[in-house]
C-alpha cells in the first residue's frame, strides 16, 4: 500500500483498465512511466485469460486483479474505487490496448489542475486526430454527438473516448455511480446529472498495439441500443431529480 | 376446444411437479419457486374450471374463454420473467459490488503484507 499511497505534491494515479492485454499492457505501461516519471500506475485486470496480470507487473505497475470479468465499466470503476480510497485527487485512464498515447497526460493533467471542470477528456478530434477511427465508430460518433447535443446544453467532440481524466468530486461520484458496460456515454450523462463540468483537450490516438476491440461490427447495434436506453434511463433521472 | 384446456391443465401439472422436484434437489431455492408454483397453481385452476373461465371472459368482453385463459397465462409468466429480472439486477449489482470489494482488499493486503515483510529483509 506505501506504494500506492499518493505523495503529497501531486496525487494523480494513471489507470490502465485491461482485458486479454497481454501484447499490449506492458508497453503502455512503459511508456506512461516516460511520459510522467514517479507517478502510479495502477493496472485492472478484468480477469484476462492470457498474461496480462504478469505483463503488467513485470513493467513495474501495481495490478488491481478482479476476481471474475465485469466488463469494461465495472473494471474501471474498480480502479476508481480504490483510488478514491487511497485518497488520490487526479485519476486518469489510459487504456491497456496502446490506442492512448501516454505524452498527452501532462495536457490532460493540467486542465485537471486549473479547477474549473471535475472531468477532462483527452479528444482525438479537437485538433482533428481522428484518422485512426475506423467508418463505424467514426458514424456513431457523429450520432451520439448529434443525442447529446440537447442533453449537455453543449457539444461534444469525442463521446466515446476513453481516454478521461476526473478530479475528486468526480470520482467520488463514480466510485458510487458508473455505467457498468459502455460507460463513455453514459458517465458524461451522469456527470451532467450532477451538472458537473467537462472540458475536451487534444490527443493522439494511435491504432491499438494487439487484441481486437470489444465493440465489433455485430455488437455496433446492441451497443447502440444499449447506450441509447442507458442515456435515456439517465435523462429520466435526471429530471425526476430537478422537479 | 377441450383438449387445448387439458393441455393447459396438463402443462401445469407438469411445471408444479418439475418445479417441487427442482426445489427437493436444491436446484431452486424455496422462495424462487413461490411465484412459478403460484403461476402453476392459477393455470391449473383455470383450466379445470370452465365456468370461471367463462364468467372472467365475460367479464373482458371476451367471446372465446381459452383466450382469456392464455391472457391469463401469459400475464402470470410476464409476472413472474419481470419478478425475476428484478431479482437478476439486484444480484448481479451485488456481485459486481463483491468482485470489486475483494479485489480492493486483496490488493490492500499484499500491500500491506510487502510492507510488514520488508524490515525482515
Known sequence: MSSMAPPAARRLLVLIPAFNEEGAVGGVV????????????????????????????????????????????????????????????????????????????????????????????????????????????AAGIIF???????????????????????????????????????????????????????????????????????????????????????????VLKFEARRK | MDRLFDMVAVFSLVLIVWVLSSVRRAHIRVEYSVSWLLAGAVLLVLALWRTLDDRIAMALGISDSFIALAIFAGAAFLIVLYRLSLRISGLNDSSITLAQQVAILEFKLKALNEKIQTPAR
Open chain 1, 30 to 137: 512503459e511508456e506512461v512511466r516516460s511520459a510522467v516519471p514517479k507517478t502510479p500506475i495502477l493496472v485492472v485486470d478484468d480477469c484476462s485469460l492470457d498474461a496480462t496480470r504478469s505483463r503488467a507487473e513485470a513493467a513495474g505497475a501495481q495490478v488491481l486483479a478482479l476476481p471474475h470479468h465485469l466488463g469494461l465499466g465495472g473494471c474501471v470503476q474498480a480502479g476508481y474505487r480504490l483510488a478514491y480510497e487511497l485518497g488520490y485527487d487526479y485519476v486518469i485512464r489510459v487504456d491497456g490496448d496502446g490506442q492512448h498515447d501516454p505524452r498527452d497526460i501532462p495536457t490532460v493533467l493540467a486542465a485537471l489542475e486549473k479547477g474549473d471542470c471535475e472531468m477532462v477528456i483527452g479528444s482525438r478530434f479537437v485538433d482533428d486526430n481522428g484518422e485512426h477511427t475506423n467508418i463505424l465508430r
Open chain 1, 144 to 234: 451520439f454527438r448529434a443525442v447529446l447535443r440537447p442533453i449537455l446544453g453543449r457539444p461534444v467532440r469525442d463521446p466515446t473516448s476513453g481516454y478521461v481524466g476526473v478530479n475528486r468530486t468526480a470520482l467520488e461520484l463514480f466510485s458510487a455511480t458508473f455505467p457498468l458496460e459502455y460507460p463513455e456515454i453514459e458517465a458524461l450523462v451522469v456527470l451532467q446529472r450532477k451538472r458537473f463540468r467537462f472540458v475536451e483537450v487534444p490527443c493522439r490516438f494511435r491504432p491499438r498495439r494487439s487484441g481486437r476491440s470489444t465493440i465489433t461490427a455485430v455488437k455496433s447495434l446492441y451497443y447502440i441500443i444499449h447506450v441509447l436506453l442507458g442515456v435515456f434511463v439517465n
